[in-house]
């Protein structure tokens, strides 16, 4: 009688949560230059940068920009009299 053992890809073995934790954990920039050029001009550019990460691993990279903006601070309670 003969025992087989089933190797285990790393792709069933990750489910939905784990890979969504190693993305946190690790980060993803996602990056695209689109130009438009007509005979040698060029008439519109757009630069796309997509980050994707946990706060921790934004603050530990520098990025930082919502501790400053107003949007995202928490509104003042208004003391009535």
Partial sequence: MS???STRHSI???NLADLLERVL???VV???D???KLVDVELLTIQ?????CSVDK???MGMDWWT???AFQPALAQISE
Avoid: H, M, Y
């Fill in 12 to 14: 069933q073995s990750t």
């Fill in 58 to 60: 934004a603050k530990e």
């Fill in 3 to 5: 025992i087989q053992a």
């Fill in 68 to 70: 400053n903006n107003p």
């Fill in 48 to 52: 796309i940068r997509l980050v994707v």
């Fill in 34 to 36: 689109i130009k438009i």
């Fill in 30 to 32: 996602i990056a695209g």
């Fill in 25 to 27: 954990d690790k980060g």
